[in-house]
């Protein structure tokens, strides 16, 4: 980053924060891709997206504000000649900057630095995000990650018994009284959709209880009066008042009921006992 009497006057400890080693690479996107509304299997990339060649930003090693520029050279009339920086629309509004080579230094240096780089967390944020740094190694972990996740999920719903498959539907909510092929199914498309979401439900020890306390409710084994948030026998005898401010989550705050005192865990053994009848 070349220093002169106007621009780059940042601390060396700044600087350092974007050195490149030798041969290493550094990918930046243009920011706001979105998907070509004419073919919405395609991306909607500028032709060419410009990068303002000057910025203030704050130095925070200085604790003051300093202007940059992508100087490329000065003439001796203190002429600046600067870099220019596009993205371009036949490069997937990717640019690659690799260690090792002057002018990617250069060019990097400032694109670390300036505040239209989304990925920058001292940023001025009232200033328009034009890119943003591309971590290549972490974007294909998670992306593996992903992908192994959801082979994992759909899998697990594969080799799930009848049994299984009921008591993860009910714990869901849903009716578990259809035929196993169909709640299969509907437990498949969650793993397929939300393969996260589904390896919480099955890795839930508690999921079996959960699947119990919907079931009873739905056999008016216990009743819900949402007016009242409260659970209650059939008599109209109080189980558990809920509270209004758990987002609505009754079954959850039943649940650790159940399982955090000894009066619950009785409360339970008489749900599982009544809902087998």
């Given at each position: 980053?070349?220093?002169?009497e ?23 996107r ?21 990068v ?43 640019m ?20 239209y ?54 714990a ?11 709640l ?49 026998w ?5 189980i ?21 005192s ?15 009848k």
């Open positions: 980053m070349k220093r002169t106007l621009y780059n006057k940042v601390s060396p400890e700044l600087l350092a924060k974007t050195r490149l080693k030798p041969r290493e690479q550094v990918v930046y243009v920011a706001d891709i979105q998907p070509n509304p004419m073919d919405p299997t395609k991306w909607a990339i500028p032709a060419a997206r410009n303002p060649i000057t910025d203030e930003i704050w130095d925070e090693f200085k604790q003051e504000y300093v202007s940059i520029g992508a100087v490329r050279s000065v003439s001796a009339d203190g002429t600046h000649a600067f870099h220019d920086i596009y993205f371009f629309g036949n490069q997937a509004g990717h690659i900057l690799y260690g090792g080579r002057a002018v990617d230094q250069d060019i990097h240096a400032y694109l670390m630095l300036c505040n780089n989304g990925s920058n967390p001292n940023r001025d944020a009232s200033k328009e995000i034009i890119f943003e740094l591309v971590d290549e190694g972490a974007k294909s972990e998670k992306e593996r990650r992903s992908r192994n996740t959801k082979r994992e999920a759909l899998n697990a719903a594969a080799d799930l018994s009848a049994d299984e498959v009921r008591n993860y539907i009910a869901l909510g849903q009716d578990d009284t259809g035929k196993v092929d169909i299969r199914n509907r437990l498949e498309e969650m793993a397929d959709n939300d393969p996260e979401g589904f390896m919480e439900l099955i890795n839930n020890k508690q999921a079996a209880m959960k699947a119990t306390i919907n079931r009873a409710i739905n056999k008016g084994v216990i009743n819900f009066e949402a007016e009242q948030s409260r659970f209650t059939p008599n109209g005898e109080v558990l008042v809920v509270s209004r401010t758990t987002g609505g989550d009754h079954i959850e705050e039943l649940l650790g009921y159940c399982v955090g000894p009066k619950g865990e009785k409360v339970f053994q008489t749900i599982q006992s009544k809902s087998k």
